[in-house]
Nanobody, 124 residues
Framework: QVQLVESGGGLVQAGGSLRLSCAAA????????MGWFRQAPGKEREFVAA???????FYADSVKGRFAISRDNAKKTVYLQMNSLKPEDTAVYYC??????????????????WGQGTQVTVSS
């Protein structure tokens, strides 16, 4: 069983920063990618960033240059540093892990385990 717990969300003014964390537990994550997604009210869940099993990083165009994903394998934790936040970044942010190793995806269907989400609200 895999457990993912996000933290670090909150309310911030436009132009501010937040750092999200996702702590994983339940099995080894060596060889597994980890991703961040978000979902705003009335919208579909969308890809934000991923840190692959081979240490490659992937970003949605809307966050490139503003967000940075990183990972601490010893702590089984993935981070999302969010800078220059905009009101349109407001959403519930989820971390996710695929069921199998050595794969990375930028769509929700590529992931099998999800955290409960953490709310990020950016005021204008």
């Amino acid at each position: 069983q895999v457990q993912l717990v996000e933290s670090g969300g909150g309310l911030v003014q436009a132009g501010g920063s937040l750092r999200l964390s996702c702590a994983a537990a339940g099995r080894t994550f060596t060889g597994y990618s980890m991703g961040w997604f978000r979902q705003a009210p009335g919208k579909e869940r969308e890809f934000v960033a991923a840190f692959s099993w081979s240490s490659s990083t992937f970003y949605a165009d809307s966050v490139k240059g503003r967000f940075a994903i990183s990972r601490d394998n010893a702590k089984k934790t993935v981070y999302l540093q969010m800078n220059s936040l905009k009101p349109e970044d407001t959403a519930v942010y989820y971390c996710a892990v695929p069921a199998g190793p050595y794969r990375v995806a930028t769509t929700p269907g590529g992931y099998d385990y999800w955290g409960q989400g953490t709310q990020v609200t950016v005021s204008s």
